[in-house]
């Protein structure tokens, strides 16, 4: 989860500021649904994305 909020923090909340809560809430949406766990590999993991953790444990 450490990973997750560092990963985050550098790659969009530094990257530039939202006007409102909404904005927020949407970009940290899309950062983690579009991209953190759909392409993001992980090394703890064993090289692979979350979204294909989940599939091989499911």
Not at 26 to 42: D, T
């Amino acid at each position: 989860m450490e990973s997750l909020h560092a990963s985050f923090k550098k790659e969009e909340v530094y990257q530039w500021a939202c006007k409102d809560y909404h904005e927020a809430n949407s970009a940290q949406f899309s950062y983690i649904e579009g991209f953190y766990n759909s392409r993001r590999i992980i090394s703890a993991d064993g090289y692979l994305t979350p979204d294909k953790k989940e599939q091989l444990v499911s």
